[in-house]
């Protein structure tokens, strides 16, 4: 199947590093906008006179930024490929089932407490938004008017990032394809992204921060599966780790004897 394409390894975690910090930056580049003429037309369509309206700016939404815990397990897989650039085998499987099941157990209680976080705000955005009229327009105020154009842009941008990500790993090595788990975690990475652009396809555009959180929920959730997968795949690792340590501490007394 040939040797690793050194180039197209780095490069394809060039590509899902700039994705991740994409989503990261994703609440400072979407949303800000004013939106108070359309917080008047809407509650004028409610029946309801408001005037004076001011200071209501669009959402940044959830959803984006939430597709980063996921993209966070494509960034350290990729990130470990590129490890063995630089490490000999016996080091770096020393290192690796240590650092990942670190890596995972912060990744489930981020996982968590962002899951815990979009679930208030998801039962909060409902709660006012099935109480008209006040409750409608306090939701309308906060969460009514997504910018799904600025969002459809970013989303656009990160799933051309994953695609040139999943093709340089083949390119690299096309034995990658091989990898169940490699490629079960593009699959799904690269789902949740088109998914997130249908959703905020999917309702009119007072609705799209309900979807959105939905979303952000949804991926929550994923990203602790996969945390989890992570965790439970890094126990026989360690053990293997500490099998050769014992070993080799073993003959290295034998030696001396």
Not at 48 to 64: F, L, T
Not at 206 to 215: H, R, Y
Not at 228 to 253: D, H, M, N, Q, W
Request: proline share 4%; with cysteine.
């Amino acid at each position: 199947m040939g040797e690793l394409r050194k180039p197209f390894l780095l490069l394809a975690m060039l590509a899902v590093g700039l994705a991740l910090g994409v989503e990261i930056g994703a609440g400072l580049l979407v949303g800000g906008g004013d939106a108070g003429a359309a917080l008047r037309d809407s509650a004028g369509a409610l029946g309801v006179e408001v005037a004076g309206v001011s200071g209501v700016s669009e959402p940044s939404g959830r959803g984006i930024g939430y597709l980063a815990l996921l993209d966070a397990v494509a960034v350290w897989t990729t990130g470990l490929f590129c490890l063995s650039l630089v490490l000999p085998d016996r080091v770096q499987g020393r290192v690796q089932g240590v650092a990942t099941l670190v890596f995972s157990i912060v990744l489930i209680v981020v996982a968590f407490v962002a899951l815990l976080v979009a679930f208030v705000e998801l039962t909060v955005m409902v709660s006012l938004f099935l109480a008209p009229p006040f409750g409608t327009l306090a939701y309308l105020a906060l969460w009514g008017f997504f910018p799904v154009g600025d969002a459809s842009v970013l989303l656009g941008l990160v799933l051309l990032l994953k695609l040139a990500w999943a093709g340089l790993l083949v390119a690299a090595q096309p034995r990658f394809l091989q990898n169940k788990g490699l490629v079960l975690l593009a699959l799904t990475t690269l789902l949740c992204t088109v998914v997130l652009e249908f959703l905020h396809r999917l309702v009119p555009v007072i609705l799209v921060s309900v979807v959105d959180d939905l979303g952000a929920l949804v991926f929550a959730v994923v990203a602790l599966v996969w945390a989890l997968v992570l965790l439970i795949g890094s126990i026989p690792a360690i053990v293997k780790a500490v099998r050769v340590t014992g070993a080799a501490a073993e003959r290295s007394g034998d030696v001396r004897a």
